[in-house]
């Protein structure tokens, strides 16, 4: 199977974090009899040789007891045994055995059992009214072609019956959504809807008890059948993309090494940190919580925190926050503030007070309601007074008007919306983006800006070598030898870069916060920032939008690096199509401005903005919006979620922090920025659509409803025009989806049409 | 007409096994994983995970 060609290493090489036995069992949870299961996020599994290929792997662990892999949810779920032959099992196995089979595996808390018990309910409820419905159906086609008065009104009877409990346990979505909705004054799409059913159900049994010759029990129960579709795929779609979501590698650690005053170390959860406590953060893991740094030196890389893309030198006494990630040197950290409290605790509050443009935005089914709701109904109430009034027969009068009713009530605007959404939620699936809900995608349609942050979005966060001065070719070559040495990423992007082969040191040693040395014969290497290897003259000034690394012998200046940030693949491309296609773009950094500039200047974007504090960006996201602008905002790190949560519509990469992914709209897991500009043309596409199926829904209203007010609206004429205009208002939908896929057809053949030429 | 006695419960049953028929099958978590189920009928026998 060729999909599954992933190459060990470098599935090893990704994942880069490593997690402790202790923060396995932390995320484990106890089944009694000695047996713990651990759930797994694997998102690269995507064929049926993954699935047997991981649970071949973790059933030749002696300790597992049952493993199943979920392609759906993209999940491993596995039962192993606490202990095994009197030793206590060692989980990471498990996570080394899923690695060693080529795939990467996070740790994930399962928050999601509430909504599985609501997609559970909701097709309960389909399959209760898809019972009732063609039962029904299949008793009222007899009464329709031709039973007699005796028969007929037996048939009507047993149509009651199957009806009532099928209406409240079914109808049950849409009653108490209509009843919230006007118990707060409003109205939605829902209280037409049980008006509806519930009026047509009541006169029907009234028709019946009177030997009445029409019944609408038909049209009320499969109204609620095809309203029921549309609400179960609506609710499926939010949450495949919520278990997408959740089943990324989380950032923010679970716990920290707790160093106890008699010397021991304990692994403790990080809920459990109190402030004062000394936690221990190797070279290499997230710092868990604000605090100040004891002892130790190291460079820490904020670049998810605050956006600055160059990493920052620490030593005891300094500051730091939640969420940097440890590069050189180990540290021991005071925690100063409760992990509640901590950094992300106020970028939490600040998100709250942003949330504004989501929560006054109005979907557009809901404002359809607004208007059309009282229309409707006015207009029943109408035809119900004026056949009172001039034909003289109220009981005659209150048919006509429940069979308005029944005729307008939106089944076709109830799916006009959902299928619609569904369908382009799909087609951006398979683009490898997240849709978390449908609100987001009739939002992203109406934005005519787009602000991007800087460091994990436009760029990846990896340094990249632009320009060296070098005297010799050799020294180029050893500072790449010295730079093997380090995990700092500068040191990284030096050992990877291009050009002479290094040459080997054998005694290297890193000073954290300063760069490497070492020795050959009686010459001192030294390989770092200016002020470490450099000490004769100044260093240069801070607002190069370059990161410089210098190679000095003997504290002379051999060697100059310069690095930047790499751009993301694609940014450029998409910069470039957003402003054909007139969209203003702009940056919204916490970085350096020059750094920030250089960024801007490159791809060509309108407008930079820098050193921006996480209450900055979202006031900036609010002007936009005060001047009328409706912004997507895409960002990735910490100091981004207030902003992506105050923007009209956000988006987030895959490899955002938690909490910005938790923010935004849609997340990504494309590697590619083009993304952007396809799913606002997804959103612009899948809006047109909507529109033309309420002009479809509407036209058919037109036609429809001055038949039935003029009494000639038979159930089997309601019967008909409903599911007609459904089905129009469905194929209207999955229009999308064939353009979608003529478009895959088209690149596929070209892509084959390369191959076979080169 | 008097077919109809025992044709309309036989009807009414028929369809009341399929709802049964749907609501095992929910129960029983056969709507958990979609697309892995299509991708297991194809497995060979001994790549069962012995329980």
Known sequence: ????????????????????????????????????????????????????????????????????????????????????????????????????????????????????????????????????????????????????????????????????????????????????????????????????????????????????????????????????????????????????????????????????????????????????????????????????????????????????????????????????????????????????????????????????????????????????????????????????????????????????????????????????????????????????????????????????????????GVPRLVTTTASDETFIAKAKGLAVHSRHPLSQALARSGGPAPIPFDRVSEIPGGGLQASRGDETYRLGNAAFADAISASSSDDSPFSEVVLSRNGEVRARFFFEDTLRPGAREAVDELKVRGYETVIISGDRQSVVDNTALVLGLDKALGALAPQHKVEECQRFSADGHQVLMVGDGINDAPALAAAHVSMAPATASDIGRQAADLVFFNERLEVVPQAIAVAKQAARLIRQNFALAIGYNVLAVPIAIAGYATPLIAAVAMSTSSIIVVTNALRLNTRGMRQRRERTMTATREVNAA | MNMLIYLIPIALFMGGMGLLAFLWSLKSGQYEDLQGAAWRVLADDENEPTP
């Open chain 1, 1 to 460: 199977m060729t999909c599954c060609d992933m190459n060990t290493e470098s599935v090893l090489a990704m994942s880069a974090t490593a997690f402790s036995a202790e923060e396995i069992a932390l995320a484990s949870h106890p089944l009694g009899d000695g047996l713990r299961q651990l759930d797994l996020s694997v998102p690269d599994v995507h064929c049926g040789g993954c699935i047997s290929t991981i649970e071949r792997a973790l059933c030749a662990l002696p300790y597992v007891a049952k493993a199943r892999v979920n392609l759906t949810s993209r999940r491993v779920t596995c039962i192993y045994r606490q202990e095994f032959e009197k030793r206590t099992t060692d989980p990471t196995g498990i996570i080394s055995a899923i690695n060693a089979a080529g795939y990467r595996a996070h740790l994930f808390t399962p928050i999601a059992s509430e909504n599985d018990t609501t997609r559970n309910q909701l097709l309960l409820a389909v399959g209760v009214s898809g019972f009732a419905a063609t039962n029904i159906m299949l008793l009222s086609v007899s009464v329709w072609s031709g039973a007699d008065a005796a028969t007929r009104d037996m048939f009507h009877w047993i149509s009651a019956l199957i009806a009532a409990p099928a209406l409240v346990y079914a109808g049950r979505f849409f009653f108490r959504s209509a009843w919230n909705a006007l118990k707060h004054g409003r109205t939605n799409m829902d209280v037409p809807i049980s008006l509806a059913v519930t009026l047509s159900y009541a006169v029907s049994l009234w028709e019946t008890m009177h030997h009445g010759e029409h019944a609408w029990f038909d049209a009320s129960v499969s109204l609620l059948f095809f309203l029921l579709i549309g609400r179960t795929l609506d609710h499926v779609m939010r949450e495949k993309a919520r278990a997408a979501i959740n089943g990324l590698a989380r950032l923010a650690p679970r716990g920290a090494l707790l160093l106890i005053s008699d010397g021991s170390r304990r692994y403790v959860a990080i809920e459990d940190i109190a402030v004062g406590d000394e936690i221990a953060i190797a070279a290499g893991e997230r710092i868990p919580v604000d605090g100040m740094i004891v002892s130790g030196e190291s460079d820490i890389d904020l670049s998810i925190v605050t956006g600055e893309s160059s990493p920052v030198a620490v030593a005891g006494g300094s500051q730091v926050s939640s969420g940097a990630m440890n590069l050189t040197g180990s540290l021991v950290v005071r925690a100063t503030k409760l992990a509640k409290n901590s950094l992300l605790a106020e970028i939490i509050n600040l998100m709250e007070a942003a949330e504004g443009g989501r929560a006054r935005y109005r979907r557009i089914a809901d404002r359809a309601a607004s208007l059309y709701s009282p229309a409707v109904h006015l207009l029943a109430l109408v035809s119900f007074l004026a056949w009172g009034f001039f034909g003289g027969e109220w009981t005659h009068a209150m048919l006509v008007a429940v069979a308005v009713l029944i005729i307008t009530c939106p089944c076709a605007l109830g799916l006009a919306v959902p299928v619609v959404q569904v369908v382009a939620a799909g087609e951006l699936f398979r683009r490898g983006v997240m849709v978390k809900d449908g609100s987001a995608l009739e939002r992203l349609a109406e934005v005519d800006t787009v602000a991007f942050d800087k460091t994990g979005t436009l760029t990846i």
